[in-house]
């Protein structure tokens, strides 16, 4: 039997790609998933996939810029299983696009979504794992946090501050509490999708169509992290394709 089995995971961003992936494979192993995301019709969706595949889930509307919507996840998770184990903040935004584009408005999204995001997930997480004596926080980064690349200086810029925040928690979260981050490459999920700048969407299109590996192998690196023993803690994991620089 999974290690995963019977642990309550809450997961952001769970509404497709890599947060979708990552909520199938859990609840597979016997993870009691919660889901959150803004498109409520998609997470209900997933819900009844999983419970029609034998597995248990909830879900709620969550917009991760909004910290009310952060402890109303965490809250969920108590109040439907009496617990939370492992928190996976994933939900991201990347409308990338070179600095002269001025579009000031998705450099606010990217750090509202992808730095206050995970900050709100810990302020609501935090105070429960502490009172629990136990705990696991796994966020969702990028490759991006080790290579800055032309029209991405502020998408990676926002991954290499959730990289130092992810090494502070871990630092401060002593013996009972873990701390994993995770740093996908390319990925095929709609991350391309969301420039609105015409020539950098068409070419991350392409370096995602020719070389870009499935979000279920993220959600396996995922299940890698919480599956180990309670005094195992997997700090760092980069999945990148192959055939990625």
């Known amino acids: 039997m999974s290690a995963i089995n019977g642990k309550v995971v809450?997961?952001?961003?769970?509404?497709?790609?890599?947060?979708?992936?990552?909520?199938?494979?859990?609840?597979?192993?016997?993870?009691?998933?919660?889901?959150?995301?803004?498109?409520?019709?998609?997470?209900?969706?997933?819900?009844?996939?999983?419970?029609?595949?034998?597995?248990?889930?909830?879900?709620?509307?969550?917009?991760?810029?909004?910290?009310?919507?952060?402890?109303?996840?965490?809250?969920?998770?108590?109040?439907?299983?009496?617990?939370?184990?492992?928190?996976?903040?994933?939900?991201?935004?990347?409308?990338i696009?070179?600095?002269?584009?001025?579009?000031?408005?998705?450099?606010?999204?990217?750090?509202?979504?992808?730095?206050?995001?995970?900050?709100?997930?810990?302020?609501?997480a935090l105070p429960v794992f502490r009172e629990q004596q136990a705990g696991h926080f796994v966020t969702t980064a990028s490759t991006a946090a080790f290579t800055v690349v032309p029209s991405m200086a502020v998408y990676a810029g926002t991954k290499v501050a959730v990289r130092a925040i992810c090494e502070g928690l871990r630092q401060e979260a002593g013996p009972a509490l873990r701390v994993t981050t995770v740093y996908p490459g390319f990925v095929h999920t709609g991350f391309a999708e969301a420039s609105t700048n015409d020539e950098v969407r068409a070419r991350i299109a392409d370096m995602r169509d020719r070389i870009a590996i499935p979000p279920d192998s993220i959600a396996r690196a995922v299940a890698f992290a919480v599956e180990q023993p309670a005094d195992v803690d997997v700090n760092e994991i980069a999945v990148r394709p192959t055939a990625q620089s």
């Open 10 to 95: 809450a997961i952001t961003g769970a509404s497709s790609g890599i947060g979708e992936a990552t909520a199938l494979l859990l609840a597979e192993r016997g993870a009691r998933v919660v889901l959150g995301a803004r498109r409520s019709d998609r997470l209900a969706d997933l819900v009844a996939r999983i419970e029609k595949a034998g597995g248990t889930a909830v879900h709620t509307r969550t917009d991760v810029t909004r910290r009310e919507d952060l402890h109303s996840l965490v809250a969920l998770a108590r109040e439907r299983f009496g617990q939370l184990d492992v928190l996976v903040s994933n939900a991201g935004a990347g409308p």
């Open 97 to 124: 696009s070179p600095l002269d584009d001025l579009r000031v408005d998705e450099w606010d999204e990217m750090v509202d979504v992808n730095i206050k995001g995970v900050l709100h997930g810990i302020a609501a």
